[in-house]
């Protein structure tokens, strides 16, 4: 190998080291030009803000673009998200939409200033996230067989508290009535924080929360978890069951984050995106981290986005429709 050989390696290797050698696809891909804007439509600290600022730091070392992350909360994500919709479509600005941002909203939001499915560009689901059924350690149920059969000989009896009215906890509570044939009385809070003091304390007796914001108290003992909502187990929990597993085949929920663009993005320029966000999702750092907010990464294709956002409109309309609807501003 000559000297100039030599040097071209060694400069190679020293540039994927440091973290920011871009492979020859993403050299050649449309990307946007100059700083990308991602859109946070919750306040920081929040799940989606952390999973959304790790994206944010890989995704700008991986196609040498600064990514900065922007907060934009209130309204259920809905300001944010009508913000991003609002944008040109350069791709300068993107939002991390959620199943709020992007399911429910529409769903049960009269004055919601977007379409979801019509102002957005799919590009890429990052991560689902399970909500979890938790009960009191009081409760003499120890699994989902046994609290179906208290409910059952008590119906109307128990409560169950969720993180506010619309949110993917209390329609995962309505899911689960709906499926296991159960009554049960929603207590609705403003936030997982206050219900799952609540729980703790015994003022309500059950809780669907949030893995994420759930994990902590059920690893200390203070919340007993009964099962997770989504279809497979999750690897932060591996003993915990699911609720499909547990005596109600078929029920599934979750939240999730995915990355949008407003619409008339070009189209090479959300593959490119998209390729690139695969790609971030896939390190092995990027996966631990993930993991260990107890979400479980993705990474897809815009296509497998547009029909994921389809599937949920339709199945929460389903649920929403089955409680009398949902009246949210």
Do not use: C
Request: proline share 7%.
């Amino acid at each position: 190998m000559n000297d100039i050989s030599r040097r071209s390696v060694l400069k190679a290797g020293v540039a994927m080291a440091a973290g920011w050698y871009m492979p020859r696809s993403f050299a050649q891909a449309v990307l946007p030009k100059g700083t990308i804007n991602l859109i946070v439509p919750f306040a920081a600290g929040g799940a989606t803000d952390i999973v959304s600022r790790l994206v944010a730091q890989k995704l700008g070392e991986r196609i040498q673009r600064t990514v900065v992350v922007e907060n934009i909360g209130g309204g259920g994500g809905a300001i944010g998200a009508a913000k991003a919709a609002r944008s040109d479509p350069t791709g300068n600005t993107l939002l991390m939409g959620t199943i709020a941002t992007h399911v429910i909203n529409p769903l049960s939001m009269e004055s919601l200033s977007y379409n979801a499915q019509k102002d957005f560009t799919p590009i890429s689901l990052i991560a689902t996230v399970p909500n979890v059924l938790l009960v009191n350690p009081s409760v003499k149920a120890r699994n989902v067989q046994e609290l179906i059969a208290l409910l059952k000989a008590k119906p109307g009896q128990f409560s169950y508290g969720s993180s506010g009215v619309g949110t993917p906890p209390h329609l995962s509570g309505e899911l689960f009535k709906a499926m296991a044939g159960v009554d049960m009385v929603h207590v609705p809070y403003k936030g997982g924080g206050p219900a799952m003091t609540d729980l703790i304390a015994g003022q309500i007796p059950i809780l669907f929360d949030v893995l994420t914001g759930a994990a902590s108290h059920i690893r200390a003992g203070s919340a007993r978890a009964l099962a997770v909502t989504t279809k497979a187990r999750v690897a932060s929990f591996p003993d915990l069951p699911t609720v499909a597993e547990s005596g109600v085949p078929g029920y599934e929920t979750w939240t999730w984050n995915a990355v949008f663009g407003p619409a008339g993005m070009p189209r090479p320029m959300v593959a490119s995106l998209s390729d690139a966000l695969k790609a971030v999702v896939a390190l092995p750092d990027v996966q631990t981290q993930l993991k260990e907010l107890s979400a479980t990464p993705v990474g897809s294709s815009p296509e497998a986005l547009a029909t994921l956002v389809s599937a949920e409109t339709e199945k929460w309309g389903a649920v929403i429709k089955s409680i009398g609807g949902l009246k949210r501003g």
